[in-house]
């Protein structure tokens, strides 16, 4: 488990100094957890992603397309999410 951990960790750290922005590393890391049917973590990162500028738009549709391909993989369905109330709760932290 940790070297799976330090090596994405790593590999993410590389991506995002050299190939993406920290919003879109961001939007990789919480699809990659949506995937994996973490439910509350992937929660955790959808309010950390909405936290650092990607759009309630941009998450909603990140949502929606994990959906289907868990669907179509014939996969265990992920969430449900709701963006619009994650979204609220971060506002209200960012606020203080």
């Given amino acids: 488990m940790t ?3 330090v090596t994405w960790g790593y590999l993410i750290a590389k991506a995002n100094e050299e ?3 920290p919003n879109e590393s961001h ?3 919480a699809t990659a ?7 509350r973590q992937t929660k ?3 309010k950390a992603t909405l936290g650092i500028g990607n759009s309630v738009a941009c998450v909603k549709a990140l ?3 994990v959906t289907r391909i868990a669907r179509w993989a014939d996969r265990p369905p ?3 999410f709701d963006v619009d109330h994650l979204a609220d709760e971060i506002r209200r ?4």
């Avoid at 957890?33 to 439910?39: C, P, Q």
């Avoid at 932290?93 to 203080?96: A, F, P, W």
């Fill in 19 to 21: 190939v993406f922005q």
């Fill in 63 to 65: 949502v929606d397309i």
């Fill in 33 to 39: 957890i949506m995937a994996l049917g973490a439910t």
């Fill in 27 to 29: 939007l990789i890391v």
């Fill in 93 to 96: 932290v960012l606020r203080g």
């Fill in 3 to 5: 070297s799976t951990v």
């Fill in 78 to 80: 992920v969430g449900p």
């Fill in 44 to 46: 955790s990162h959808i």
